[in-house]
């Protein structure tokens, strides 16, 4: 169900795409080659610190797609074909995935990451996010622990099963009546390890919400964290593989990822602390050298590009120093290893004081305990708290 | 019976504001491979000296056959009124006798010529030569002078008899008229005049080439009577009548010209000039250039005559930036008379047709040399690329870039997507603005109508920005917002290299 404020975005989405078709229309009946221009951004760069510019919300140039050139004219044909849709959706209000869209027009769009493509240029241009379009992805993240919330009149109670997964809801405007006893949120990369802390009923031995992208994290699941993270005030860790596809997973939860970077501001989480596994952890575990895998020349690249990346030196560079004393040790592993001494040492051990070292040293810890010294029954209704 | 006609021009003016056009003799020009070829080259020799002369001059060859001697010899004389001859004009004529040229031909010509640009002397030297002698030992025979009788004028007459067949000398002869045509130089009124009786009992009294100038082809440039005259030898295929099964219409026929000089010299300058003339297929199944070929031939004159095709014009034509005009050249082939290039993913929807001439030009007073022209590649390109452009540049549509015939493929669609925003739309205002902006009327609002609006206003942007010279780009503009930022054009796909899968 809609409510006012889903409408007035709606028509002022509608009210953008008229003016940008009202611009195209314009500068053809001039004679002019040029049809629109799209704002580029970046969520990083690979300068020094001294030469980085890099600022949330701000574009860095603009893609001017143009009749000149043919693929200027192939991007454009997908994003009005695209464009057209969502007009559509948007005047009938109804819902479509990316996948529904892509199928519209297969021979055309040839790919998925196509779609996607014009998807991104369309929440630019009409400075919106995408699910102000009315496209939705089909939802891939999964949560339980400690919380209860509606989404669109329906009711989603972990509460009474805390170590039961739950998927994350796509349409995360919707969520409202958000409650929650926990302490803190978790976030784990893997679904393999999310199902791990399930079996060892780790939701119910602590008061935590946890959540799984299962992967690279989708929007909705990002969405759904930050919503988390903003309303309850929670402290939210993040838990991932020792290698440098892990490193860029947290990287997306954290900074946001670059493709979408121009609504970074909605979907990064500044306030994620990342938990581990630190290379160190190595020892500080006691792994055998069986479960450290040496680096391929693969990782080894990525790695050295992760740490190029502006945002590590300016505002974690502690989890530099870790990702650098990865690549000087030339091996990485996964969480499961850690299993290499009992299969619930990651619930058991690991995890507690890992989350107990942050919630007793972290500098954010006088905060979210007052928080959560009065937190129990804390409900957002989607207006505010009450 | 023998019948002669004899064209007279009118007004004639050659040059402008000082600069006299006048022709190096090149004697390696013409090299037909015919039994006709000591003839022809003899002609062109001819054109040479009456354009040359800056005067209007008469060109006549006249063909006599003698039935009484035996074998049957057929007389050829090739005079012309233009400004006499020297005698190294002839002496170093190369002339490759060979095969069954050698046997029809004893190598003999007879010349009577008054002096170059000298109509005052008073003698008509004649003597004769043997061209089959070779050109370094080769020797004149002096005859007898004629006494010009205090007559002022200038010219050539040479003959030679040769053992062939009267219509087959008229048939190379009339081709080769046909072609000189296509330069209509307007000081020269030309006559072939067949006389006597041949063997199959057919006459051949006169055979007729006129020079159908009004007078404005005098003051027009050579490159505007080029593109005219090559019109005409397209529409004709050759002959002197429109074939009306190809060109029902001349309006089916198109046409560009470009120039190239370059001085060479202080006396001389090197001029190229091309003609590129399109003829749309009316018919696609019925038309005299065969179903489905869309070959196009390169015709080539140098120094006022036609050429035969050598490597270096072959390169030159390949040199071309084709795709810049639509193209992709297959293969280009050296079919001696003419250049015959084949285009990849034929057939086309029209026909191309190309001529292009290659001369030096006197820019000052000067008595012409005898000097060889060698081809210069790149200006032959230049001047089809130009020749190509002005063409482009004339007739919308045409002759679109490779790339902008692929971007133009998308105008329908992106003529569907913008109308169907326009139409989809809500909002009245909008729309009603919309069309107004689109030059339409409220109650034109159907979606066709709109839709092809806009596709033509698209194909319009495409086809001006194909005429606009390469490497000049639009500047875009903003929108929604003021521009704090810098623009940049994009180049191709960005980010693509950055794509990941968590945007899913």
């Known amino acids: ?386 | 019976m023998r019948f002669e006609l004899e064209v007279v021009v009118h007004g004639f003016i050659y040059g402008s504001a000082g600069v006299s056009f006048s022709i190096l003799i090149c004697n390696h020009g013409v090299c037909f491979s015919s039994r006709s070829l000591p003839t022809l080259q003899l002609i062109s020799s001819a054109i040479r000296r009456c354009i040359c002369s800056e005067r209007l001059c008469r060109l006549s060859v006249l063909l006599q056959r003698s039935p009484a001697s035996d074998p049957p010899l057929v007389r050829i004389s090739i005079s012309d009124t233009g400004h006499g001859s020297c005698i190294q004009e002839f002496q170093d004529l190369k002339c490759p006798v060979e095969g069954i040229l050698a046997e029809t031909w004893d190598g003999i010509v007879y010349v009577r010529t008054t002096k170059i640009a000298d109509i005052s002397d008073t003698e008509i030297s004649c003597y004769q030569l043997n061209l089959k002698e070779n050109v370094a030992t080769r020797k004149p025979m002096w005859l007898p002078s004629n006494i010009k009788h205090d007559v002022k004028f200038s010219g050539t007459e040479v003959c030679l008899s040769v053992s062939e067949s009267v219509d087959v000398l008229l048939a190379e002869i009339n081709c080769f008229f046909h072609q000189i045509l296509i330069l209509k130089v307007p000081n020269i009124a030309m006559e072939v005049v067949a006389d006597g009786q041949d063997t199959s009992g057919s006459r051949n009294d006169a055979v007729f080439l006129e020079n159908l100038f009004s007078g404005s082809s005098f003051t027009a440039s050579t490159l505007d009577r080029l593109k005219l005259g090559f019109e005409d030898y397209v529409l004709g295929h050759g002959s002197s009548s429109t074939c009306n099964s190809c060109f029902p219409n001349r309006d089916e026929l198109k046409s560009g010209g470009g120039m190239v000089c370059e001085d060479k010299h202080k006396l001389t300058k090197l001029v190229v000039e091309a003609a590129v003339v399109i003829s749309e297929i009316s018919n696609p199944t019925k038309n005299c250039f065969g179903a489905g070929c869309s070959d196009t031939k390169v015709l080539f004159f140098k120094d006022f005559v036609p050429c035969t095709i050598s490597e270096a014009f072959l390169k030159a034509l390949t040199g071309i930036d084709w795709k810049r005009h639509g193209l992709t050249l297959e293969c280009a082939i050296n079919q001696r008379r003419h250049a015959l290039l084949k285009w990849e993913k034929t057939p086309l929807s029209f026909h191309i047709h190309i001529v292009v001439h290659y001369y030096q030009k006197l820019v000052a007073n000067a008595t012409p040399l005898v000097q060889q022209t060698r081809l210069d590649k790149k200006l032959i390109s230049k001047a089809v690329q130009l020749a190509l452009e002005d063409f482009k540049n004339k007739h919308a549509g045409f002759l679109l870039s490779v790339d902008n015939l692929k971007i133009s493929r998308f105008a329908p669609d992106l003529a569907k997507a913008i109308a169907g925003l326009v139409l989809y739309s809500n909002d009245m205002d909008f729309k009603r603005e919309c069309l107004a902006i689109l030059g339409l009327q409220p109650h034109q609002s159907e979606g066709e109508v709109v839709e092809e609006t806009i596709k033509k206003k698209i194909i319009s942007v495409i086809e001006k920005n194909d005429q606009r010279p390469q490497g000049i780009k639009e500047v875009a503009c903003l929108l929604f917002r003021a521009g704090r930022q810098k623009l940049q054009d994009l180049d191709n796909e960005c980010y693509m290299d950055d794509f990941d899968p968590m945007d899913l």
Not at chain 1, 80 to 95: A, G, Y
């Open chain 1, 1 to 386: 169900m809609e409510g006012n404020r889903g409408s007035l975005e709606r028509i002022e989405v509608l009210r953008k795409i008229t003016e940008l078709t009202r611009s195209m229309i314009v500068e053809l009946s001039n004679g002019s080659s040029k049809m629109i221009a799209i704002d580029r951004f970046k969520s990083y760069c690979t300068n020094s610190l001294e030469n980085c510019c890099c600022r949330f919300n701000l574009s860095e140039g603009k893609d001017v797609l143009t009749l000149q050139r043919e693929s200027h004219v192939r991007r454009l044909d997908v994003l009005l074909r695209v464009l057209l849709i969502i007009q559509q959706l948007l005047r009938e209000n109804r819902h479509s995935s990316k996948r529904d869209m892509y199928y519209m027009h297969p021979s055309i769009f040839t790919d998925q990451s196509v779609v996607d493509r014009a998807i991104n240029d369309i929440c630019i241009l009409l400075q919106c996010s995408r699910h102000n379009l009315n496209v939705v992805s089909v939802g891939n993240g999964l949560v339980m622990g400690w919380l209860r919330f509606s989404e669109a009149g329906r009711r989603f109670d972990c509460l009474k099963k805390p170590n039961s997964a739950q998927f994350i809801p796509v349409q995360v405007e919707e969520v409202t009546d958000i409650a929650t006893a926990a302490d803190y949120i978790l976030v784990v990369e893997k679904e393999s390890v999310f199902q791990r802390l399930a079996n060892d009923r780790f939701c119910s031995r602590n008061r935590c919400i946890v959540i799984t992208g299962r992967g690279y994290p989708d929007v909705p699941t990002r969405r759904f964290l930050r919503l988390l993270v903003d309303v309850l005030a929670l402290p939210a860790f993040c838990l991932v593989d020792c290698d440098p596809y892990g490193f860029d997973i947290l990287t997306t939860y954290r900074f946001g990822s670059m493709q979408m970077a121009y609504d970074a501001k909605n979907l990064r989480i500044p306030q994620l602390q990342w938990i581990g596994a630190f290379a160190s952890d190595s020892e500080k575990y006691d792994l055998p050298e069986q479960c450290l895998i040496p680096l391929t020349s693969k990782d080894k690249r990525r790695t050295e590009a992760l740490l190029q990346r502006c945002y590590l030196r300016r505002e974690v560079p502690h989890w530099r120093l870790e990702l650098d004393s990865m690549l000087q040790r030339g091996v990485k592993f996964e969480i499961e290893a850690l299993s290499v001494h009992n299969i619930s040492f990651l619930s058991d051990h690991y995890l507690p004081s890992k989350i107990e070292s942050e919630l007793t040293t972290g500098k954010l810890i006088g905060d979210y305990q007052s928080i959560h010294s009065t937190n129990m029954g804390l409900v957002w209704n989607g207006n505010g708290m009450s």
